[in-house]
């Protein structure tokens, strides 16, 4: 079984950037796409972003296209997401997610790291 564990966050000035790590031990992480994910007080769980298996195609919600960033290399066990021009909206705690599908679509086998907590001051 996959683990992911989630790295780099911070308290960062509106505008600024961030570069969060996703690392996954365990074997299989070539099997998984993975998203980005953020919870913000008080709000529910939002996708943010999602990446293939192979890395080949990326998927952004529009509160962060242009914005944010994701990739990966399967040979380091490693997503990141690139945050770019963050704005005090972005703050939240941010998780990566790993999920095997079916060639329907569905997820039959997931994983969540712990979270990352992004804080962008004023």
């Known amino acids: 079984q996959l683990q992911l564990v989630e790295s780099g966050g911070g308290l960062v000035q509106p505008g600024g950037s961030l570069r969060l790590s996703c690392s996954a031990s365990g074997f299989g992480f070539d099997n998984y796409a993975i998203g980005w994910f953020r919870q913000a007080p008080g709000k529910g769980r939002e996708g943010i972003s999602c990446i293939t298996t192979t890395g080949d195609s990326a998927k952004y919600a529009d509160s962060v296209r242009d914005r944010f960033t994701i990739s990966r290399d399967n040979s380091k066990n490693t997503v990141w997401l690139q945050m770019n021009s963050l704005k005090p909206e972005d703050t939240a705690v941010y998780l990566c997610?790993?999920?095997?599908?079916?060639?329907?679509?569905?997820?039959?086998?997931?994983?969540w790291g712990q979270g990352t907590q992004v804080t962008v001051s004023s």
């Open positions: 997610h790993g999920s095997r599908l079916r060639t329907s679509g569905a997820v039959y086998f997931d994983v």
